[in-house]
C-alpha cells in the first residue's frame, strides 16, 4: 500500500516568533553592553551572540519551551507554532469517504477516549504492537507558551502492518487507532496506543487535528491545526527489528528518510516527538505542540 500525502502550508509564522524574540534579546543585551562602554562591551556582545543561538537550537530540537532572560531581568518563554500539514486521504474525521460512504470516526458514541488500540460501537477489533503512550501537550505561542487547557485533540494513525482503519483492505469495517482527548490543566492530552508500523513512501508518523473543545470536535470543519508527529529513527529501527509483526515495516523504512519523505523533507525539528522506553515495557512519546491562540 502506497497512500498518497502531499506537502501543504510553510512554516513561516514560528521562524517569524523565534527572529522577533532573538532580536528583542539582541537589542537588550546591545543597549546593556553599550552602557558599560568601550570595545569590552562589544567583546562581551561577540560572546553572547554565540550562547543564545545555541540555547534557542536546543529549545527547537525538544519541541519544547524553555525560558530565557531579556535586559529588563524578566523571564520569557519560546515556543513556535507547529507547521500545518496535510491530513492525507484517511483522515476519517467526515472531510472523504470510503467504500461509497462518508467515513467520520468523530461521529462515533465513545470516539472521545484514552485507550484507542480498540474499535468502537459495531466493530471488535483490536490493534496489536508494540504499547506506546502518546503526550501532547498544547501550548499558547502568542502567551509565553500558556498551557491550553480545555482543548481537543483528534489524532489516528496506521496499525502495524501500515494500514488505515475505516479505509485499508482487510479493516474498512474497523475503527481502531483513532481517538480524541481533551487537554488537561497542563494543557496535556494522553493516548494509549501502539507503535505504527512504516508503510512504503513515508517516514513512521503519526496524524492530529486541534479543535478548540471536545464539544466541537464533532466536525473537521471546526478544527484549528492539522499536523503530524514524527518518530525517532533509532526508535523506529529497534522496534521494527526487535518485535514481531513489523516484518513489513522492516523493508519499507530502509527505503526512506526524513530528507526524502514528502511531508518531513523540509524540517522536522518541530513535530520530532522525544521517546522513551523499550520493546518489553512500552515506549512514551512526548512533544510540545505549539498553536497561536
Not at 483528534?154 to 474498512?172: F, I, K, N, P, Q
Request: glycine share 12%; net charge negative.
Amino acid at each position: 500500500m502506497t497512500p498518497d500525502h502531499t506537502h501543504s502550508d510553510p512554516h513561516d509564522q514560528g521562524l517569524i516568533h523565534d527572529l522577533q524574540v532573538l532580536g528583542h534579546q539582541f537589542l537588550q543585551r546591545r543597549r546593556a553592553l553599550l552602557w558599560l562602554g568601550g570595545a569590552s562591551a562589544l567583546t562581551l556582545l561577540g560572546c553572547g551572540g554565540g550562547g543564545d543561538e545555541a540555547s534557542a537550537a536546543t529549545t527547537t530540537s525538544t519541541g519544547g519551551s524553555t525560558g530565557s532572560t531579556g535586559g529588563s531581568g524578566s523571564t520569557t518563554a519560546s515556543c513556535s507554532v507547529i507547521p500545518e500539514e496535510t491530513a492525507g486521504p484517511y483522515p476519517g474525521d467526515g472531510s472523504n469517504s470510503s467504500n461509497g460512504a462518508i467515513a467520520n470516526a468523530l461521529a462515533l458514541s465513545g470516539i472521545v477516549r484514552s485507550d484507542i488500540r480498540t474499535s468502537i460501537g459495531n466493530a471488535s477489533g483490536v490493534a496489536q504492537g508494540v504499547p506506546l503512550t502518546i503526550k501532547l501537550r498544547l501550548v499558547n505561542t502568542g502567551a509565553a507558551c500558556a498551557d491550553l487547557s480545555g482543548y481537543a485533540i483528534y489524532l489516528w494513525h496506521c496499525d502495524r502492518e501500515g494500514r488505515y482503519s475505516m479505509y485499508s483492505a482487510g479493516v474498512t469495517t474497523e475503527n481502531y487507532l483513532r481517538g480524541v482527548q481533551p487537554t488537561g490543566s497542563d494543557g496535556v492530552a494522553t493516548f494509549t496506543t501502539i507503535f505504527p508500523g512504516c508503510y512504503d513512501g513515508r517516514m513512521p508518523h503519526m496524524h492530529f487535528e486541534v479543535f478548540r473543545s471536545a464539544n466541537s470536535a464533532s466536525a473537521y470543519s471546526n478544527k484549528l491545526k492539522t499536523s503530524q508527529i514524527a518518530l525517532p529513527s533509532d526508535v523506529c529501527t529497534t522496534v521494527y527489528n526487535g518485535a514481531s509483526g513489523y516484518a513489513t515495516s522492516v523493508a519499507n523504512f530502509v527505503r526512506i528518510s526524513f530528507q526524502s519523505d514528502n511531508v518531513f523533507s523540509d524540517g522536522v525539528t518541530l513535530q520530532l516527538a522525544s521517546v522513551t522506553g523499550s520493546v518489553a515495557e512500552g515506549y512514551v512519546a512526548t512533544l510540545t505542540v505549539g498553536l497561536s491562540a
